[in-house]
């Protein structure tokens, strides 16, 4: 499977869905860190970044169990039925996933009560690193390992944007595709996310703004009607296969 670009700008275009989930988490877990003054700029940042990219670890563990899943029930002939309708569910998911980020319609959010269960069972475990440890005389976060893990553990969160994006990962063929592809979605939520941490009041306005919603609502809308047309046939353009939902499955 090639890169996913795709998968890339969805996590960048759905921004603002992720501001509005997470985006107070992140703020307030940049103002612990920045309380410890004692550290360099530079520092604080970088335990910042390690605590996204925890969250993004998280995102491919999933991918890989979602993507393995779906290769070993989906790859026998007799169920090609079966894969299509997965790959089918795939990005009608992602239209309705492009509806939420532009707030035209939320019912996607409804996915994210699949998640309420398992977090039951983790949000003990969250309760004292879901923001980095409390501050210190010694260090803003106690140490970067401390802040992965933090991250890795936001990463089970129940997510409706998440969700959707694993039912896609389940149809990419196969355990590597799926984790590639939660990565690279995970990648592309980072920048708004830690940027937010670092308190960048300016930027998470303009992620927030009803037009970039709306913008990007409709280019994420775009990629899982791609997926459908070129399921029926209507479009086949091999070079656009790094942009197209599923491709190394199919």
């Known amino acids: ?28 877990a940049g103002q612990l860190n920045r309380q410890q003054l004692r550290y360099p700029a ?9 605590w996204q990219l925890g969250r993004v670890t998280s995102y491919g563990l999933i991918g890989f ?30 239209i309705a996933l492009g509806l939420h980020v532009a707030q035209w319609w939320s019912g996607i959010v409804q996915v ?25 005389p010694r260090q803003p976060m106690g140490t970067l390992w401390r802040a992965v893990r933090a991250g890795a553990i936001w990463g089970w969160l129940p997510c409706g944007l998440v969700y959707s994006m694993l039912v896609t990962a389940s149809v990419t063929g196969s355990s590597v595709n799926g984790a590639l592809w939660m990565l690279a979605f995970g990648l592309g939520t980072i920048p ?12 998470t306005q303009w992620f927030r703004n009803l037009w970039v919603r709306r913008t990007a609502g409709t280019l994420i809308m775009m ?13 086949q353009v091999d070079w656009l296969d790094a942009f197209c939902i599923g491709a190394g499955a199919r």
């Open 65 to 94: 169990i979602a993507g393995g899943f779906g290769a070993f029930f989906l790859d026998h002939p007799a169920l090609s039925w079966l894969r299509d309708l997965a790959f089918i569910t795939a990005n009608l998911m992602l």
């Open 192 to 203: 708004a996310l830690w940027i937010t941490s670092l308190a960048s009041q300016e930027m």
């Open 42 to 50: 530079i520092r604080r940042a970088g335990d910042m970044l390690g």
């Open 1 to 28: 499977m090639d890169f996913p670009v795709s998968a890339l700008l969805i996590g960048i275009w759905s921004t603002g869905h992720c501001l509005a989930m997470c985006g107070g988490l992140a703020m307030a």
């Open 223 to 235: 990629f899982g009607l791609w997926g459908l047309l070129r399921l029926v046939g209507v479009i």
């Open 112 to 136: 994210e009560r699949m998640g309420q269960h398992l977090w039951g069972w983790i949000s003990p475990y969250a309760t004292a690193t879901l923001t980095p440890s409390a501050p210190s």
